[in-house]
């Protein structure tokens, strides 16, 4: 399988959280002429992850998610680049795990298998599903598929989403002293959370807070009643300590929702292979019964979600061959560690 007309084909396929439908209808194809065994594993209504496997046990299992972000970028490529929404975060990964999972098969290797989640760029609910799908128990590591620029990642920021909910009064605009101002409100929340000193690691550098959505409001002439604004805060703490920053923040008079919460994630990452240190955050963390997490993929996270998006052809080809190499690695270890006679292809560790 050629990755780069793989990125291409998944990248035509729009799939937003929420719309993931059509492109997992064609990756369970791709999967199913590898002569693999492909379920669907429901997360919610017309809302599927795949899990693929052999007739083997799953040792080593690629995980990759296939929503997106919104954006309508359309696909399309030159002589270096595919480009479009989701070519690097992260449909481009998961045209390296089909191409390489391709390549180990057709040499004969059968304990691997792939999963493909939906939600990921949401609220991670098709991750949080498939930790409880029982094939997870038979995986003994398992190799995420992120743009990390074909090294691998020794590990990621944690994520906390919140919804900030203010109230207030309305009241006419021309006599603003009958209300109170919600929108005001927030604004006071969002700048306290804006200004303050938030908790660093030399590993992960610092934690950030994106203010991604704000809402609020009827009318200009109207003293706005109630407002909300959406967060991201990318954590190098844990995920309850800075929910218990923020809530002293903002004050008992702000309500504070909590979408999704992961914490700081450290992977593993075996000798012989250039390492990188990423500041996202994965799918990896909701995965925690899918064996030891590794984090791999193509392209560089900068150009993710905006409307440049693009991934290096030569980075998808180089990419397949890195999987392959680290599948061989992880098996022999699997190998090394339950059947000690096995005499490992690779030393370097």
């Excluded at 998944?10 to 492909?38: K, Y």
């Excluded at 992977?267 to 899918?290: A, C, H, I, M, Q």
């Excluded at 693009?310 to 680290?326: F, I």
Aim: net charge negative.
């Amino acid at each position: 399988m050629n990755p780069v007309t793989l990125a291409r084909a998944l990248v035509e396929i729009p799939s937003p959280s929420g719309d993931e439908a059509a492109v997992v209808r064609h990756v369970a194809t791709v999967l199913r002429n590898l002569d693999l065994r492909v379920e669907q594993q429901q997360v919610a209504s017309n809302r599927f992850n795949l899990v693929a496997t052999t007739t083997s046990p799953p040792r080593v299992v690629f995980a990759c998610h296939l929503d997106t972000v919104p954006g309508d970028i359309e696909a399309h490529e030159d002589d270096t680049h595919v480009y479009g929404r989701g070519t690097v975060d992260a449909k481009g990964a998961a045209a390296v795990q089909l191409a390489a999972a391709a390549k180990l098969l057709e040499a004969g290797e059968t304990r691997i298998g792939l999963l493909f989640t939906i939600d990921q760029e949401m609220n991670a609910l098709g991750a949080q599903e498939a930790n409880h799908h029982p094939v997870a128990e038979q995986c003994a590591f398992l190799i995420g598929g992120m743009p990390t620029g074909g090294k691998l990642a020794t590990g990621t920021k944690g994520s906390l989403r919140i919804r900030l909910k203010t109230k207030g009064k309305e009241a006419h605009s021309a006599h603003p002293e009958n209300g109170d101002s919600a929108i005001v409100r927030l604004l006071d929340a969002l700048t306290a959370l804006r200004t303050a000193s938030w908790p660093s690691s030399e590993q992960l550098g610092e934690t950030t807070v994106n203010v991604g959505v704000i809402s609020g409001g009827t009318r200009a002439n109207v003293v706005p009643g109630s407002a909300c604004a959406d967060l991201q805060i990318r954590l190098v703490t844990s995920a309850a300590s800075v929910e218990a920053q923020v809530r002293d923040l903002v004050g008992p008079e702000v309500q504070v929702e909590v979408l999704a919460a992961s914490d700081p994630l450290v992977l593993f990452t075996p000798g012989g292979f250039e390492t990188t240190s990423v500041r996202f955050t994965t799918d990896l963390p909701y995965l925690n019964k899918w064996g030891i997490p590794l984090l791999l993929g193509p392209g560089s996270i900068l150009v993710a979600h905006t409307d440049g998006e693009r991934v290096a052809k030569a980075s998808l080809t180089a990419c397949v061959d890195q999987y392959v190499r680290l599948t061989h690695r992880l098996l022999d270890r699997y190998d090394d560690e339950h059947n000690p006679v096995h005499t490992s292809r690779d030393s370097e560790e």
